[in-house]
């Protein structure tokens, strides 16, 4: 707790008066959870959970692929086609442990955060809250604050998992373009490639693909709470909150898959026949000239870094969305309004 | 030693009725663990080894053609996978348990900080050496590989996987040498560096938080976390070396405006190089292992004393609980 306080205080970064110590609610959800001996113990353990877990299976990637590839490598394609493969396993098995963890710090989120209002209602706390000076916005963003302040440990375990498995997809993304594409290119394709500046719409894209993938656990801790929060909001007692908070989170959770699969596939539809020259008009579907290139090479990025950008976007406006609903029900519990 | 707790008081005194082995002390639980710990690792392994040995490698499929090799083969190598698999499971809970002993001797100011050490040090030595005793045993394997593949014992010798993998660096026997005088005293007297580095980085990591649990935990953190660096850095150092080497060396032949080598030409002997990479491997690490013992040592006792400028000195229990804000209060009503 302290470690973090000082990080900040040390960085500058402004924290609010409602997610310090300084702050009665804020403290007082803190010291509660301190004394949750299960939750310490998820809370501590986490990390060297995550760490040793991602170590052990690292090593057994590599040792099955450096004794299954490289002692028998006898010519450079040998090595050409076995640098990936150990990449793409590690990637992968990082990717598998990342969806375990996360799914865990999901769920366990949820429950820090359904019973904050619930538990104040079941145990008709909240009118008597409500009669301090405090500020319904104050009371509601420090147990917001305070349970996610709990799970920090997990989030930077995540975090550390996430950057490890960035740069592992990196050099694997290297390996693949300089070999499977620029070593296939013909000179005049190479030339072209920089005085065109080709190379700038998939930086844009993948620039907007790294933010979105690196963003993924901070925004889904701040969703997985608001959501926590909103159940709270709405149900009578802490079991019927911390039930609703993760039925909530599964509905969200497949909603979102649908809604992607779908998006990506209209997107795919439209954009194989943009590029095989139909144009979908008012009329019906009319041939015309295919695009250059350099307008596909365009579009292409620009809409892989418009969807990044927009699926990102949703997930925050969904957040804010939830809080906002939340606190409005929070205004009907009772007390006086402030 | 912690003295059982008579029936009359506890009927008495309604003190918590607790199962035998609970009853033990921390002592107690540690002197019973370093008297069993080096008959128990030598037998399980033996007893693991020998089981998987008789069980896998006993009866010939019908496509074997020399049985004897066969069976001498496979039970080397199972022999060697326990005892490499027992060393390891062995290295990490040592390196784990080394930590936490760090991390519980980061208190106070850190005047008295190296005894304490030195003793968390001292109660995993018996484990330590159990590890060593049993890296002895994976050189005893490799040995008798080298026995039954070179000397004609029986007639004929044996094929035991030795030959092929040291094949490639022949006529690079000076390396060869090398890497054996380095990695042999590395491998025996390794465990006991681990545990002077794990015991110096858990101190370091302990000396960032004041309860104990939090202590054990940022400890563990450390070490699992610098075991994760360290294979990361392995991959990513491997692909991306091989990278930049592939790229200088064998660019691929359809690229038109460059006269290339075969992509599938045969390798120059690299692997000739390996026991070079190995020796210089080893060195850095046992280097590493030092240096960063003395360095996280000495980071923490530099921690630990800055604590007491503008502070009240810590009570005697070493201070884990004293004057932080987030000690427990009242009991929970939401969770």
Same mark, same amino acid.
């Given at each position: 707790m302290a470690i973090s306080q000082n990080v900040l205080r040390r960085l500058r970064i402004h924290v609010p008066?409602?997610?310090? %110590?300084?702050h009665p609610i804020y403290r007082l959800e803190v010291q509660r959870r301190l004394q949750n001996r299960s939750l310490l113990a998820l809370r501590l353990g986490c990390v060297p959970s995550v760490f040793a877990a991602t170590s052990l299976g690292l090593i057994a990637v590599g040792v099955t692929v450096f004794m299954s590839q490289f002692t028998w490598a006898v010519t450079w394609q040998d090595y050409a086609t076995s640098i990936p493969l150990m990449l793409g396993w590690a990637g992968g098995t990082m990717l598998l442990i990342q969806v375990g963890a996360g799914a865990i710090a999901n769920i366990l989120t949820i429950a820090q955060a359904a019973p904050l209002i619930s538990g104040e209602v079941e145990l008709q706390s909240w009118g008597l809250l409500r009669? $301090? $000076? %405090?500020t319904l916005r104050e009371i509601f963003f420090a147990k917001y604050a305070a349970a996610l302040s709990q799970l920090r440990a997990p989030l930077f375990g995540l975090m550390v998992l996430r950057l490890a498995s960035t740069v592992t997809g990196l050099l694997l993304f290297a390996y693949v373009i300089l070999r499977d594409t620029f070593y296939y290119m013909y000179p005049e394709d190479w030339r072209l490639f920089w005085q065109q500046a080709r190379w700038f719409p998939p930086l844009i894209a993948i620039a907007a693909a790294l933010v979105f993938y690196l963003s993924q656990p901070v925004v889904q801790w701040l969703l997985s709470g608001a959501i926590g929060l909103l159940a709270s909001a709405y149900a009578p007692t802490r079991g019927q909150a911390i039930a609703a908070g993760l039925v909530g989170r599964l509905a969200l959770w497949v909603a979102t898959i649908l809604v992607n699969v779908g998006c990506i596939y209209l997107l795919s539809y439209a954009y194989s026949q943009w590029v095989g020259g139909y144009y979908l008009i008012s009329s019906g579907l009319q041939a015309g000239p295919s695009p250059g290139p350099l307008e596909i090479n365009w579009v292409t990025s620009l809409t892989i870094a418009g969807y990044m950008v927009a699926v990102l976007a949703s997930q925050i406006g969904i957040t804010l969305l939830v809080l906002g609903l939340a606190q409005r029900r929070t205004r009907l519990l009772g007390g006086a309004a402030r | 030693m912690s003295t059982p707790v008579p029936a009359v008081q506890v009927r008495k005194e309604g003190i918590a009725v607790r199962a035998p082995w609970r009853r033990w002390s921390a002592r107690r639980w540690r002197r019973a663990v370093n008297m069993g710990c080096v008959p128990l690792t030598l037998l399980c392994s033996a007893g693991v080894s020998a089981a998987i040995s008789l069980a896998a490698f006993n009866r010939p499929p019908g496509?074997?053609?020399?049985t004897r090799e066969w069976m001498i083969a496979g039970r080397l190598g199972v022999s060697a996978a326990v005892l490499i698999g027992v060393q390891a499971m062995l290295a990490w809970g040592i390196g784990l348990a080394a930590a936490r002993g760090g991390a519980l001797a #980061?208190? @106070?100011?850190? =005047?008295n900080l190296h005894h304490r050490l030195r003793i968390a040090r001292r109660r995993l030595v018996v484990p330590t050496i159990a590890l060593v005793m049993v890296r002895v045993g994976v050189l005893g394997v490799i040995g008798l590989a080298a026995i039954f593949a070179y000397l004609p014992w029986g007639g004929m010798s044996i094929a035991t996987g030795l030959p092929a993998l040291l094949r490639p660096a022949s006529g690079y026997g000076l390396f060869v040498l090398a890497a054996v005088v380095l990695a042999i005293p590395h491998w025996l007297i390794g465990p006991f560096l681990r545990l002077r580095y794990s015991v110096g980085l858990g101190a370091l990591a302990g000396t960032?938080?004041?309860h104990e649990a939090d202590r054990v935990a940022l400890a563990f953190s450390a070490l699992l976390g610098a075991g994760l660096a360290g294979v990361l850095a392995l991959l990513w150092g491997w692909s991306s070396g091989l990278l930049v080497l592939l790229t200088l060396?064998? !660019?691929?032949?359809?690229?038109? #405006?460059m006269t290339l080598p075969n992509p599938y030409g045969a390798l120059p002997p690299f692997q000739a190089a390996l026991p070079f990479a190995v020796g210089i491997f080893t060195l850095v690490y046992a280097a590493g292992q030092l240096v960063l013992a003395e360095t996280c040592f000495l980071m923490a006792r530099r921690r630990l004393a800055r604590r007491r400028i503008g502070q009240t000195p810590p009570p005697? =229990? =070493?201070?884990?609980? =004293? @004057?932080? !804000?987030?000690a427990p209060a009242r009991p929970s009503a939401s969770g």
């Open positions: 008066p409602w997610a310090s %110590l300084a009669t $301090t $000076t %405090l | 496509w074997v053609l020399n #980061a208190r @106070g100011y850190g =005047g960032w938080a004041k060396v064998n !660019p691929s032949s359809y690229r038109s #405006a005697p =229990g =070493g201070g884990e609980r =004293g @004057g932080d !804000p987030t």
